[in-house]
């Protein structure tokens, strides 16, 4: 058996720093950005460096499904051959608890003439969708989804006329991502503008931008919190994608943890991605700031969550409410997990997480199951509590394929040992 095959795995603490290099996946949201820009692109595109994991095989997948055909160079290139049209595939595409994919699709479909259902799992159907609905349903789009998560039902007819759309981006930035992605396939220019103040991680609109001007898109920015988009469509491009940040929270947090010295593919701390903005405040350990605001930097949050209980003071973690509707409900599942290492070890405020630090949590016997209900960031960042405490064992570690496959491979190699558990 792999380790990923085993239901539960124990992590044991490492002896000294760990050391080594490591080659990190290419980045989630950047494969998923550009792997729907290149099937909108009329050619051949070519991208660089992408991550397969669980999350972007949904997207590939989906995309093949309505008649884009991908296929790979290598384990870290994809080919991209596309017409600039999208047809409706013959059955509803499931797209598991890919929360990118699915909002991604859900309004990329409208380009596909017939009707289309974005469908996903148990988790994914809890996960809300109806303000992207909303903003489509004002560009004179037919989406419906009555419970508000998915399944979403549109019926594309392979262009629209809509030059205005307003969305509500409070819940996420991927509302935005997905309408600014679809409105340079207009017939008109579209102006898509922020409705009231709030927005999950604007840093993800940025990325987004950079990947549409990379294939031909023209944005301006008329406004705070409004963009135009001109109807140029995409052209067919070479597009590389950088190493995932997400991912490389849970080694820089391991370098810090144990004292160790892990050299990447690149210098990290060029990385453009929102969670990079992490690096300073796990190299600030162990005198990480009193207050965090996650807002930001959601993604990164268990990691730093699971450093902070080994932090020399308590730590309020703020401006996470989205971390609610998440692949779970990561404060809860955060809190529950800490709380299993010791009780008291965390508490839920509203929607703050207070950890209660405790650097003589080092080196103890505390012996603790982790549910992570199958949410991948779960299953990693509370790995890092083993690698200081004795006894914890993260239940079912396979969940890391969503996006790092390759995670307990990683840790191995770096000198950490598990014991598979049936």
Not at 22 to 38: D, E, F, Q
Not at 206 to 224: H, K, R
Not at 346 to 357: F, K, M, N, P, R
Request: charged letters at 20%; a negative charge; one cysteine or more.
């Amino acid at each position: 058996m792999t380790i990923n095959d085993y239901p539960q795995l124990e992590i044991h603490p490492v002896s000294g720093p760990l050391t080594g290099q490591v080659i990190l996946p290419g980045s989630k949201s950047l494969t998923n950005r550009a792997l729907l820009i290149a099937a909108l692109a009329a050619g051949e595109s070519r991208l660089n460096g992408v991550l397969s994991s669980d999350d972007t095989l949904y997207m590939a997948a989906a995309l093949r499904e309505m008649g884009v055909e991908i296929s790979n160079h290598d384990a870290t290139t994809l080919i991209v051959r596309a017409t600039g049209r999208l047809t409706a595939p013959s059955k509803p595409l499931f797209l598991g608890n890919a929360g990118t994919a699915t909002r991604f699709l859900t309004a990329a479909v409208v380009l596909a003439d017939g009707e289309v259902v974005v469908d996903g799992d148990e988790h994914m159907r809890k996960r809300p969708i109806l303000p992207l609905v909303k903003a489509l349903q004002s560009l004179g789009i037919e989406v419906s989804a009555p419970t508000g998560c998915p399944p979403v039902t549109v019926r594309g007819t392979g262009r629209f006329d809509g030059q205005v759309v307003e969305v509500d981006a409070n819940l996420s930035s991927q509302y935005v991502s997905a309408l600014l992605m679809l409105a340079a396939c207009g017939t008109h220019p579209v102006e898509v503008r922020l409705k009231g103040t709030g927005i999950g991680a604007r840093g993800y609109i940025d990325l987004t931008l950079g990947a549409m001007q990379a294939f031909g898109a023209l944005v301006s920015t008329p406004a705070e919190g409004v963009w135009r988009v001109e109807p140029t469509g995409y052209r067919a491009a070479t597009y590389d994608v950088e190493p995932d940040a997400s991912a490389c929270t849970y080694l820089w947090a391991a370098e810090v943890l144990t004292g160790g010295d892990i050299t990447y593919q690149m210098d990290t701390s060029a990385l453009t991605q929102p969670d990079a903005a992490s690096r300073a405040l796990i190299r600030a350990f162990p005198n990480m700031p009193a207050v965090i605001d996650g807002s930001q930097i959601q993604d990164s949050i268990p990691t730093l969550a699971v450093l902070a209980a080994f932090n020399n003071q308590p730590v309020r973690f703020v401006g996470i409410a989205n971390l609610r509707v998440k692949e779970c409900d990561r404060t809860s599942a955060l809190s529950q997990g800490l709380n299993r290492i010791r009780e008291g070890l965390a508490t839920e405020d509203g929607d703050d997480l207070i950890v209660h630090s405790d650097p003589a949590l080092k080196g103890q016997t505390l012996p603790a199951v982790i549910d992570t209900f199958n949410d991948h960031r779960i299953a990693m960042s509370f790995a890092l509590a083993g690698l200081m405490v004795h006894g914890i064992t993260i239940d079912n570690p396979a969940c890391v394929s969503k996006t790092f496959p390759e995670y307990w491979n990683v840790l191995s190699a770096l000198g950490v040992r598990f014991t598979g558990k049936d």
